[in-house]
């Protein structure tokens, strides 16, 4: 391989990393505005008590869960929601570590 091989496929390589490198932050900063999208929906900071995930599962302990708009929530990409008493269980998928993580920085 020549030399001006080598620094095409360096050129090609480092595009690629500031590709990923720039999906990544937006991907991150987009799970932000969801996640305090989530928040609003689940009736504000103050109408939650606890939060915590198992697996795909996100489960909250609201002060009033007639304040959670279910439909809302549905729209951010809940696969179901569980409402049980004051708790709702919201089927999240693999995001529902980092939401409980969200959310507990927040509260």
């Not at 020549?2 to 990923?20: E, G, H, K, P």
């Not at 995930?53 to 007639?66: A, E, G, T």
């Not at 279910?70 to 570590?97: H, S, T």
């Amino acid at each position: 391989m020549d030399m001006t091989n080598l620094i095409q496929y360096l050129i090609i390589a480092a595009v690629l990393v500031v590709i990923s490198l720039v999906a990544v932050k937006l991907n991150k900063k987009n799970f932000n505005i969801e996640a305090n999208k989530l928040i609003t929906y689940l009736g504000g900071k103050d109408n939650i008590i606890n939060a915590e995930y198992n697996m795909s599962r996100f489960k909250v302990i609201l002060k009033d869960v007639s304040k959670a708009n279910k439909e809302a929530i549905q729209k951010l990409g809940a696969k179901g929601i569980v409402e049980i008493d004051n708790q709702l269980k919201i089927i999240f998928g693999k995001n529902a570590r980092q939401l409980k993580k969200y959310i507990e920085d927040i509260i």
